[in-house]
C-alpha cells in the first residue's frame, strides 16, 4: 500500500508499523542485536553499525548514525545524533543533534540538546543538561549540572549542581574551561568567563572573573558559626508558646 492509498490513521499506523519493522529486520540481518524490535521507533534513514544492542522502547530518528558495539538502553530518544563505537547510552536520555565520540557514557536521565560534542570516554550522568558545548576527552559531569556555551577541556570534573550561566537577558556568552580542571560542587560560571589549565573552583563559589592556570578560586562569603543560637531560639519559641496558652 502506498502512502497515497492511505484512506484513514489505521491504514497510516499500519503502514507505518510494517515499514518499521523492515528497518528492524535489516539491521537485525546485519548483526545489530535488538530486543523486542515491535516495541522500538527506527527510522529508515538510520545507520547502526554491526555488535550493537538495543534495548526495547528506543527511538532512533532522523539522520542518526550508530557505530559498533554500543549499548542503547530503554527509553531513549537519539535524534539527528552521530554515535561512536563503544559508547554507552543508559535508560531514558534525550539526545538530538549531537555527536557523541568513541566510548562514551551517558546518562541515565540525560539531556544533549543541539551543538554538543562528548569526546571519546567522556561520561555525562545522571541529569546533566548539555547546549552547544563540547565536552573534552576523559572528562566527567556526573550529576545534576547544565554545560550551555562552553568549551571543556581533557581530564575535566564538573561537580554535582555547577551551571554555565551563559544567558544575561540580552545575549548568549561563552565559558571556557581547560584541561584538568576541577570544578566544585554547587558552582555558578557567570560567561563569558575562562578557567586556566589545572585550577580548582571550590565548592559553592560564583565565578565572574577569569581564573589563571593553576590557581585556586573561591568566589563565596565567610562561614558564620554562632555556637548555641539553635539552642537559645528553641527555648524563646517554647517560653512564647508556653506565654501564648490560653
Not at 492511505?6 to 518499521?20: G, H, N, P, Y
Request: hydrophobic content about 35%; proline content about 3%; some cysteine.
Amino acid at each position: 500500500m502506498s502512502a497515497q492509498n492511505v484512506t484513514s490513521m489505521i491504514e497510516l499506523a499500519e503502514q507505518d508499523r510494517k515499514q518499521r519493522a523492515e528497518t528492524a529486520l535489516r539491521l537485525m540481518e546485519s548483526g545489530v542485536t535488538i530486543y523486542r524490535p515491535d516495541t522500538c521507533v527506527i527510522d529508515a534513514g538510520v545507520s547502526v553499525a554491526p555488535g550493537t544492542v538495543i534495548e526495547p522502547y528506543v527511538q532512533l530518528l532522523g539522520n542518526t548514525t550508530v557505530g559498533t558495539a554500543c549499548r542503547i538502553r530503554s527509553y531513549s530518544v537519539i535524534e539527528n545524533c552521530t554515535v561512536g563505537d563503544n559508547v554507552l547510552i543508559r535508560q531514558h536520555c534525550v539526545l538530538e543533534d549531537s555527536a557523541l565520540r568513541n566510548g562514551a557514557d551517558i546518562g541515565p536521565f540525560a539531556r544533549l540538546r543541539p551543538g554538543v560534542e562528548v569526546c571519546e570516554n567522556a561520561h555525562v550522568g545522571n541529569f546533566v543538561e548539555m547546549k552547544k558545548t563540547r565536552f573534552g576527552k576523559g572528562s566527567k559531569a556526573g550529576h545534576l549540572a547544565y554545560l550551555g556555551d562552553s568549551e571543556v577541556g581533557e581530564g575535566v570534573n564538573i561537580g554535582a549542581g555547577v551551571i554555565t550561566a551563559n544567558y544575561d537577558g540580552v545575549k548568549k556568552s561563552k565559558t571556557q574551561i581547560g584541561n584538568k580542571v576541577f570544578v566544585g560542587s554547587d558552582s555558578i560560571l557567570v560567561a563569558p568567563v575562562s578557567v586556566g589549565d589545572g585550577s580548582l573552583i571550590g565548592a559553592g563559589s560564583t565565578i565572574t572573573r577569569d581564573v589563571p592556570a593553576d590557581a585556586l578560586s573561591v568566589g563565596r562569603t565567610r562561614q558564620v558559626t554562632k555556637e548555641g543560637w539553635a539552642a537559645s531560639r528553641r527555648e524563646r519559641l517554647q517560653r512564647e508558646k508556653e506565654q501564648n496558652k490560653p
